[in-house]
């Protein structure tokens, strides 16, 4: 029968090495500034308002001395929307081969518990991340796995999601930059903030590199003088200089650089972590006022027995369970997340290949 191991590594110490983990990576992740985690203040369902643009403000009118006056419109401007947390947890263990010679050598268990606890809580970031992806570029997250079958819709006004160009961004005669130009009146139009910051992948700023209106832009050239491709950096100067796209990053890229710089693997191709086709503009890599991830509450936090000692409850923990026959150790590691996009006004998906 399995028991709580407090000696070797305590739940406090074991909750702080996994939180640790959890938080140096998330910082790192380039989402963790859009949807930053938050406590959810001790509650398992999290709940927000969804920004809905103000009505228009209806102008009285006039009428003749003994006619009836009309009534005020009154209209539902917002509603409140709740959510499950998502429990996230896994284990894994020390066992009797990793035991064996080694009794009572508490240094040599405290060191490889640690590397576990260490592991989890990093694979909890990357899934917090891939979450807030899903938000951010779909505006909602679809979820089939381990007992959950549900779908969270953040939702995205129809007039800016899955859009389409003109012409299709790898084909001559499209004109990319009139195109954003009109993507931009239609955040704004639907009450969204401007947009500076672009998520897209390595196949669309390589068809826009050979793209005659992003080349001219940039060489203030005819096509005939000009060459017939720049490269990413001047794609880039274009976009930032003639649409105020200030920050493009490519999903495949960036990962990548971040699994090389942290020494991680992601679980998915960094290539498919989003289609080809996909441009999507919103206000800031720093926005913070986008949305959220709640992080709420666990039954260890919560119980006395194990000594977390964690206001609201909150953040990843972890745990040690001894068994004795065979003779192991298990690693427990528990948290719950839910990323929220609040602010899908100031968010637009397009569809450019």
């Not at 998330?26 to 969804?50: Q, Y």
């Not at 793209?211 to 491709?229: D, H, L, M, R, V």
């Amino acid at each position: 029968m399995a028991t709580v191991e407090k000696t070797i590594l305590s739940p406090s110490a074991a909750s702080g090495l996994v939180d640790e983990s959890f938080n140096a990576l998330d910082a790192k992740l380039p989402f963790s500034n859009v949807l930053p985690v938050v406590s959810n203040n001790g509650e398992k369902t999290v709940r927000w308002t969804p920004y809905i643009p103000a009505p228009a403000t209806d102008a009285m009118t006039v009428r003749a001395w003994d006619a009836e006056a009309g009534y005020l419109k009154t209209t539902e401007q917002a509603g409140e929307k709740f959510a499950g947390l998502l429990p996230m947890s896994k284990k894994a263990h020390v066992s009797e081969r990793d035991l064996i010679g080694r009794s009572g050598d508490t240094a040599f268990l405290r060191t490889k518990l640690a590397e576990h606890f260490d592991q989890l809580g990093r694979e909890a970031a990357v899934k917090v991340e891939l979450l807030r992806i899903n938000a951010m570029v779909n505006a909602k997250i679809v979820l089939n796995e381990n007992g959950v079958n549900a779908t969270y819709d953040f939702e995205r006004p129809t007039a800016l999601n899955d859009v389409a160009p003109t012409k299709k961004w790898n084909v001559s005669g499209a004109t990319p930059l009139k195109d954003i130009k009109k993507w931009v009146k239609l955040i704004t139009d639907n009450h969204g903030r401007t947009p500076s910051a672009v998520l897209t992948t390595s196949a669309v700023i390589e068809a826009l590199s050979t793209n005659e209106e992003i080349i001219t832009a940039y060489t203030g050239q005819s096509a005939a003088n000009s060459p017939s491709f720049i490269s990413p950096d001047a794609v880039k100067q274009v976009l930032a200089s003639y649409a105020g796209l200030t920050s493009v990053q490519e999903i495949d890229l960036m990962y990548t650089q971040l699994e090389r710089d942290n020494g991680i693997l992601l679980p998915v191709a960094v290539n498919s972590l989003i289609p080809d086709a996909t441009f999507l503009m919103f206000s800031s890599f720093n926005d913070t006022t986008l949305g959220f991830t709640a992080s709420g509450p666990t039954v260890e936090a919560d119980d006395p027995e194990y000594g977390i000692n964690r206001a609201d409850n909150y953040g990843m923990i972890g745990l040690v369970m001894a068994e004795a026959a065979p003779t192991r150790y298990d690693v427990w590691v528990n948290g719950s997340y839910m990323p929220i996009l609040q602010q899908a006004v100031s968010t637009c998906k397009a569809n450019v290949l």
